[in-house]
């Protein structure tokens, strides 16, 4: 268990076990429209390369609430493998932040709000991070918003940073520093 607060728990993905919730989340059009792009296909194998079995630093874990798989998070130290965010390589204890709440029946409830803060807590507490960075795509109102309201404050534009439907979109770099 990486962290549990109130209703929320935050757990490592478990091969065997969470692949067909990444495949149905992933195969959401509302899901992929903010995450990955609507042009993407995903199948089985897909989810297993993206998600299982990799040799990088970057933790994948559930969002449970209720009892119920809702979503996804990824959390990964900044550094030249994991990031093009090259303003924090020198920096020590730089973590980004990915993540999506699959299960659209809870979206605009507050549980984005919840999981962030139960996750920026614990990357601050158990990790001993020292600034947590992410960068929405400036289109992703309800995200940005969401960061917002657990800390986040928006840095810059980062232009064409990522490629998103067949465009590259501009995103927010968005900063929490303790």
């Not at 478990?14 to 990955?36: A, I, M, N, R, T």
């Not at 959390?75 to 493998?81: A, E, F, L, R």
Request: hydrophobic content about 35%; overall charge positive.
């Amino acid at each position: 268990m990486i962290d549990q607060k109130e209703e929320l728990l935050i757990r490592e993905l478990q091969q065997g076990k969470d692949e067909k919730h990444l495949l149905k989340w992933l195969c959401e059009p509302k899901v992929l429209e903010f995450y990955e792009g609507r042009d993407k296909t995903f199948n089985f194998e897909d989810i297993i390369s993206k998600f299982f079995n990799r040799n990088d630093e970057v933790s994948r874990c559930m969002v449970v609430y209720q009892g119920k798989n809702i979503g996804y998070i990824q959390y990964y130290p900044i550094n030249k493998d994991s990031s093009t965010l090259a303003d924090y390589y020198e920096m020590k204890k730089v973590y980004g932040l990915d993540q999506f709440i699959g299960d659209t029946e809870y979206w605009n409830k507050g549980i984005g709000t919840l999981h962030i803060s139960s996750m920026v807590s614990y990357l601050l507490n158990q990790r001993g991070a020292n600034r947590l960075v992410m960068d929405p795509m400036i289109f992703n109102g309800r995200a940005i918003k969401c960061y917002e309201k657990t800390g986040f404050k928006k840095k810059r534009v980062l232009p064409k940073h990522i490629l998103h439907e067949g465009k590259y979109r501009d995103c927010w770099l968005m900063e929490l520093t303790i």
